[in-house]
């Protein structure tokens, strides 16, 4: 009987097996200072003693990184693809910005160069002929919070080069993606306000945006309320597009449950909670906190949620997409790479 060839060991089990990230890992590989030369030389004696050999075209990409930063050239470009209907929504919301931050920085240190595009000033077919013209191979889609679906008029382009998602998984086509996790940060915001002594907090949601984010930023909320008597447990208000056409519909909420506080994730949410109406209905019976910040000064800032990671990981899963050869078997996954927020030390408020 032929012998079975000795299946490859992979970079995932090895994270797996030493309880780091395969980001983590790749780091070490790779030789980046973000790795410990100490946590580097324990993942390199593991992989070792385990037989891994590296991808020789992921060996070879890295060495042509090499010696494209030591000649000032870029490996490759990639394109950047803010796929917003708004053109200058990194400018209004600082979430996007801090994606593309990290986009730029991702591909600084892999040797890339951004192609920037506004979807919705390049039709299908003129987007593909620039693609194909600059031998761009791929890229990142930020800006698509929105909506489940990219345009399918840009079917072609998703399908014959390889993209990331940053930020949100998009549902129609199904890409990679990388996202902040929204379980925890719901989770941790909520434990906090009821550790400052709240006994009924909620959270005022869009559901859609909630539907986006596959039910994470609820569960994560949810969660937390288990830590409350059962009937301290106000449900989460999610008619946001009904109550901005009829207010009467948060006014009765708010009459029913009496939260003491109310939570809620998006700048457009917190923007109509901040209208001298509204906001005057919700303090009679809550305090607002806003999880998202407007600027660097102004929001709740008690978490990093580590947005321009996001980016930054975004650009190394592309670079594994576009180096690394897949099995049969991988082909048709779609995979997700979820970063953790960071508590800051001084809370605001807290």
Same mark, same amino acid.
């Given at each position: 009987?032929?012998?079975?060839?000795? +299946?490859? %060991?992979t970079q995932t089990e090895i994270a797996g097996d030493l309880g780091?990230?395969?980001s983590t890992v790749s780091l070490a590989f790779s030789g980046s200072g973000k790795v410990s030369a100490r946590l580097r030389r324990k993942i390199l004696d593991y992989a070792r003693k385990r037989g891994y050999k590296k991808d020789h075209l992921l060996s070879s990409a890295m060495s042509s990184i090499k010696r494209s930063r030591k000649s000032g050239d870029y490996l490759e470009t990639i394109v950047l693809i803010?796929?917003?209907?708004? +053109?200058? %929504?990194?400018e209004r919301y600082p979430i996007f910005?801090?994606?593309?931050?990290?986009v730029k920085t991702g591909a600084?240190?892999?040797?890339?160069?951004?192609?920037?595009v506004w979807l919705y000033e390049n039709p299908p077919g003129r987007l593909r002929r620039i693609l194909e013209s600059r031998g761009i191979r791929g890229g990142i889609v930020v800006g698509h919070a929105g909506g489940k679906k990219l345009p399918p008029e840009y079917s072609e382009v998703w399908r014959n080069f390889k993209f990331v998602a940053a930020g949100t998984k998009t549902f129609s086509p199904a890409i990679d993606f990388v996202s902040s996790d929204k379980f925890l940060i719901a989770q941790y915001v909520t434990n906090k306000i009821i550790k400052m002594g709240y006994r009924r907090p909620s959270m005022i949601i869009d559901e859609h945006f909630d539907e986006i984010v596959e039910g994470r930023t609820i569960g994560g909320f949810l969660r937390a309320q288990l830590t409350l008597d059962e009937d301290c447990r106000v449900p989460p208000f999610f008619k946001v597009r009904q109550a901005k056409q009829n207010r009467k519909i948060l006014s009765d909420w708010l009459e029913k449950y009496k939260p003491d506080a109310v939570m809620c994730t998006s700048n457009?949410?917190?923007e109509w909670m901040s209208t001298p109406a509204v906001s005057s209905l919700i303090s009679k019976y809550a305090v607002q906190i806003n999880m998202e910040l407007k600027s660097a000064e102004n929001g709740w800032n008690a978490i990093d949620k580590n947005y321009e990671l996001v980016g930054c990981f975004a650009v190394r899963k592309l670079f594994e997409i576009l180096n690394t050869a897949k099995s049969p078997s991988m082909r048709k996954a779609v995979t997700a790479t979820i970063v953790q927020p960071r508590w800051n030390r001084k809370l605001i408020g807290f």
């Open positions: 009987m032929a012998r079975k060839p000795k +299946r490859r %060991v780091v990230s395969k803010n796929a917003n209907a708004d +053109r200058n %929504v990194p910005s801090k994606y593309i931050e990290g600084r240190e892999l040797g890339y160069g951004i192609y920037p457009s949410t917190s």
